[in-house]
């Protein structure tokens, strides 16, 4: 207490009391879900071994065409074709490629291994509704400071409308929580998916934006921006620390996702990885995508693609006048380029 009365500590950010119970348990749900990924790869090890190619005939074994095979072998059942016959009417494989894939040798001791990681997978996703219960609960009693008047109008995203579609998500609305928290609608950010909502909720809280002057320092909280080194009016260096940051992990997997999108922030993504890498691009799209989330949580204001960047039919046009000056100083000669394209 002396040294923080004196200034000699630095100042380090903490969420509201409520945010970190949400913390602990979000953490605790993160855990729970890489626990019950590595029993699925268990499960995956049994049946290889046993010469069941499930693997090769859908896509996630976890899936109900998955799970009913699985319990029906557990069950007893050893013809392939009335296994194949439990696939989901909606699964591309054909029943026959399926069956092909089902003919093992049912060893005893590898259906015992089987049965066991089967039972530890079906007990994680147990853990994982009572938690996801218990992450309501909290949010339900968290009273936010955000004033109920002015706020944007909320509108459900389709990444709402798809959220009943996707398996072993969170077990209730984190769209419609995010809103209640922040007052803006977050999921209109490209990128931003419910889990990565909840751990910015969790490791946030409702009120951060008042604990950091400017987004600036926001992003070099969650360690997403250089550390430029100037000595002499020369720059150094400009790497970025080399430490943790929970926030700043969040959104580097938001700008990961972006790799391949049809919207501006994908446009940005590639434009910086074709100029300086991959791993410059996840680090600048990081930065882009909290600078956006804080202003839209700190202005109470709507997702706007436009303030994004440069569109890229205005980069297509900038790019085939600097090409038409390059030409012109080569040669000479003043040249009119039309509706040309330059690949």
Same mark, same amino acid.
């Given at each position: 207490m002396l040294l923080h009365q004196y200034g000699l500590l630095k100042a380090s950010f903490q969420p509201h009391n409520d945010a970190k119970r949400m913390r602990t348990l979000t953490r605790h749900r993160d855990t729970l879900s890489r626990e019950a990924s590595s029993i699925v790869l268990r499960m995956q090890k049994a049946m290889q071994q046993m010469n069941i190619k499930l693997t090769l005939v859908l896509s996630?074994?976890?899936?109900?065409?998955?799970?009913?095979?699985? $319990? #029906?072998?557990? #069950?007893?059942?050893?013809?392939?074709? @009335?296994? #194949?016959?439990?696939?989901?009417? %909606?699964? @591309?494989?054909?029943?026959? $490629?399926?069956?092909? *894939?089902l003919e093992g040798n049912w060893e005893e001791d590898l259906l015992f291994v089987l049965r066991q990681n089967y039972d530890t997978f079906k007990h994680f996703c147990a853990q994982l509704d009572r938690c996801d219960?218990?992450? $309501?609960?909290?949010?339900? &009693? =968290?009273?936010?400071? !955000?004033?109920?008047?002015g706020r944007p109008s909320y509108s459900p995203t389709k990444k709402r409308c798809d959220y009943h579609k996707?398996?072993?998500? !969170?077990?209730?609305?984190?769209?419609?929580?995010?809103?209640?928290?922040w007052g803006v609608n977050v999921f209109e950010i490209p990128g931003i998916s419910h889990l990565t909502a909840l751990g910015l909720m969790s490791e946030l809280g409702h009120d951060f934006t008042r604990k950091f002057p400017s987004s600036k320092q926001f992003c070099c909280w969650c360690n997403i921006a250089? +550390?430029?080194?100037?000595?002499? /009016?020369?720059?150094i260096s400009s790497h970025v620390?080399?430490?943790?940051?929970? !926030?700043?992990?969040?959104?580097r997997s938001i700008a990961?996702?972006?790799?391949?999108?049809?919207? %501006?922030? /994908? +446009?940005? =993504?590639?434009?910086?990885?074709?100029?300086?890498?991959?791993? *410059?691009?996840?680090?600048?799209?990081?930065?882009? !995508?909290?600078?956006?989330?804080? #202003?839209?949580?700190?202005n109470q204001t709507t =997702?706007?693609?436009?303030?994004?960047?440069?569109?890229?039919?205005v980069l297509l046009e900038k790019r085939i006048a600097r090409y038409k000056r390059e030409l012109e100083r080569i040669t000479g000669m003043h040249i009119e380029i039309? &509706?040309?394209c330059v690949p």
């Amino acid at each position: 207490m002396l040294l923080h009365q004196y200034g000699l500590l630095k100042a380090s950010f903490q969420p509201h009391n409520d945010a970190k119970r949400m913390r602990t348990l979000t953490r605790h749900r993160d855990t729970l879900s890489r626990e019950a990924s590595s029993i699925v790869l268990r499960m995956q090890k049994a049946m290889q071994q046993m010469n069941i190619k499930l693997t090769l005939v859908l896509s996630d074994i976890t899936g109900k065409s998955g799970i009913r095979i699985i $319990e #029906a072998i557990l #069950a007893g059942e050893r013809d392939p074709k @009335k296994l #194949a016959d439990l696939a989901d009417i %909606q699964c @591309k494989t054909p029943k026959e $490629e399926i069956a092909k *894939a089902l003919e093992g040798n049912w060893e005893e001791d590898l259906l015992f291994v089987l049965r066991q990681n089967y039972d530890t997978f079906k007990h994680f996703c147990a853990q994982l509704d009572r938690c996801d219960t218990e992450l $309501e609960k909290l949010m339900e &009693n =968290y009273r936010t400071e !955000v004033a109920g008047t002015g706020r944007p109008s909320y509108s459900p995203t389709k990444k709402r409308c798809d959220y009943h579609k996707r398996k072993r998500n !969170v077990g209730f609305d984190v769209e419609r929580k995010a809103y209640d928290m922040w007052g803006v609608n977050v999921f209109e950010i490209p990128g931003i998916s419910h889990l990565t909502a909840l751990g910015l909720m969790s490791e946030l809280g409702h009120d951060f934006t008042r604990k950091f002057p400017s987004s600036k320092q926001f992003c070099c909280w969650c360690n997403i921006a250089p +550390n430029t080194k100037i000595s002499g /009016g020369k720059r150094i260096s400009s790497h970025v620390p080399h430490r943790r940051n929970n !926030v700043g992990l969040i959104f580097r997997s938001i700008a990961s996702s972006l790799a391949n999108a049809k919207n %501006q922030l /994908g +446009n940005f =993504y590639r434009r910086i990885r074709s100029r300086a890498g991959g791993k *410059a691009a996840v680090i600048a799209t990081a930065h882009k !995508v909290a600078e956006i989330f804080f #202003a839209m949580v700190a202005n109470q204001t709507t =997702y706007n693609p436009e303030k994004v960047g440069i569109d890229e039919k205005v980069l297509l046009e900038k790019r085939i006048a600097r090409y038409k000056r390059e030409l012109e100083r080569i040669t000479g000669m003043h040249i009119e380029i039309g &509706n040309a394209c330059v690949p």
